[in-house]
């Protein structure tokens, strides 16, 4: 079975960077701009991994994530914060709100791939 993977970021850019770094590998790639629109994108479908980014307008990615882990169904799902020089303050409550992994932007495809890979399996296409 296919992975389904939600990338949600306010940066257009990380987006398409991390869609295309799975271009790829056999699993489907959505995306949000902000954690409200990817709430709605999860109850359509709950992805196997959410990559989520900290700093965004709307809903920000603590507020989101926070919102996920006290929700049964959707505190299962898996995920990878993208941080910030800039998140440092929040760092020690994405920690305790029990996140996966973090990954520092900028980040390379190969960074992306390799701490998606310790969470989820990925397999060519």
Same mark, same amino acid.
């Given at each position: 079975? @296919? *992975?389904?993977? #939600? ?5 257009k850019a990380v987006r398409i960077i991390a869609t295309? +770094? ?21 109850? @359509?479908?709950? *992805? ?7 700093? &965004? !307008?709307?809903?920000?990615? #603590?507020? &989101?994530?926070?919102?996920? /882990?006290?929700? *049964?169904?959707? @505190?299962?799902? !898996?995920? =990878? ?7 440092? /303050?929040?760092? !020690? ?7 996966? +992994?973090?990954? /520092? /932007?900028?980040?390379?495809?190969? +960074?992306?791939?390799? =701490?998606? @890979?310790?969470? =989820? ?5």
């Amino acid at each position: 079975m @296919r *992975p389904h993977i #939600l990338v949600i970021d306010d940066s257009k850019a990380v987006r398409i960077i991390a869609t295309k +770094a799975l271009g790829g590998f056999a699993c489907t790639v959505d995306e949000a701009a902000n954690g409200f629109n990817g709430l709605f994108a999860m109850e @359509r479908n709950l *992805p196997d991994l959410l990559l989520l980014d900290v700093s &965004m !307008p709307i809903m920000d990615g #603590l507020e &989101m994530l926070t919102m996920l /882990k006290s929700h *049964p169904q959707l @505190r299962l799902v !898996p995920v =990878i914060m993208f941080t910030a020089s800039t998140d440092h /303050k929040v760092l !020690p409550q994405i920690a305790a709100l029990g996140v996966n +992994a973090q990954l /520092k /932007k900028p980040f390379t495809d190969g +960074a992306l791939i390799d =701490i998606i @890979r310790t969470v =989820i399996t990925l397999k060519l296409k």
